[in-house]
């Protein structure tokens, strides 16, 4: 019988149609099912670009922004350079000074008993008050109210002798 039912002519006009027809929805629903995945992963790639833009303007703007502090650290280096160099000179020129008065101190103290006498004598101390300001109360490193520091036999005028 069922032999019969499927050689019947309409049952083979129905097959003939029937198989075609739900080929081509499988087909459709294929082609649909491919489109939204296409979709789905278009829509994904264009969101990840506006996150990569997003990411990318951040770091612009942090590399910008260290870009003008190195900059300027650059700038506050060759500052601190100049300073330096200069008061390298400075000091050298300083210490010449301080060798020159010294060597001509002692060169005249050498030639003249009157100024050597006078070289050795000690600052009186409202002269050493008035130069130095007010001393502290205690030694400890400091000087006291004749000017010597604890354990020292310099004055703070940088005299040496007695005191």
């Given at each position: 019988m069922l032999t019969l039912f499927l050689?019947?002519?309409?049952?083979?006009?129905?097959?003939?149609w029937l198989i075609p027809a739900l080929l081509l929805l499988t087909l459709i629903g294929a082609g649909s099912w491919y489109l939204q995945h296409v979709q789905?992963?278009?829509?994904?790639?264009?969101?990840?670009?506006?996150a990569a833009e997003l990411n990318l303007g951040t770091a612009l703007t942090a590399n910008k922004s260290q870009q003008e502090t190195i900059e300027s650290l650059n700038k506050f280096r060759e500052i601190d350079s100049t300073t330096i160099v200069q008061m390298y000179a400075d000091n050298q020129s300083l210490n010449k000074l301080a060798r020159t008065q010294t060597e001509t101190r002692k060169?005249?103290?050498?030639?003249?008993?009157?100024?050597?006498?006078?070289?050795?004598?000690?600052?009186?101390p409202e002269l050493r008050r008035?130069?130095?300001?007010?001393?502290?109360?205690?030694?400890?490193?400091?000087?006291?109210?004749?000017?010597?520091?604890?354990g020292s036999a310099v004055a703070t005028t940088g005299r040496t002798g007695p005191h």
């Amino acid at each position: 019988m069922l032999t019969l039912f499927l050689q019947s002519q309409l049952v083979q006009k129905v097959l003939h149609w029937l198989i075609p027809a739900l080929l081509l929805l499988t087909l459709i629903g294929a082609g649909s099912w491919y489109l939204q995945h296409v979709q789905s992963e278009r829509d994904l790639a264009k969101a990840n670009l506006v996150a990569a833009e997003l990411n990318l303007g951040t770091a612009l703007t942090a590399n910008k922004s260290q870009q003008e502090t190195i900059e300027s650290l650059n700038k506050f280096r060759e500052i601190d350079s100049t300073t330096i160099v200069q008061m390298y000179a400075d000091n050298q020129s300083l210490n010449k000074l301080a060798r020159t008065q010294t060597e001509t101190r002692k060169a005249l103290g050498a030639q003249n008993v009157q100024v050597q006498a006078f070289l050795s004598t000690p600052v009186p101390p409202e002269l050493r008050r008035l130069l130095n300001g007010p001393a502290p109360a205690t030694g400890d490193g400091y000087p006291n109210r004749e000017g010597v520091s604890a354990g020292s036999a310099v004055a703070t005028t940088g005299r040496t002798g007695p005191h």
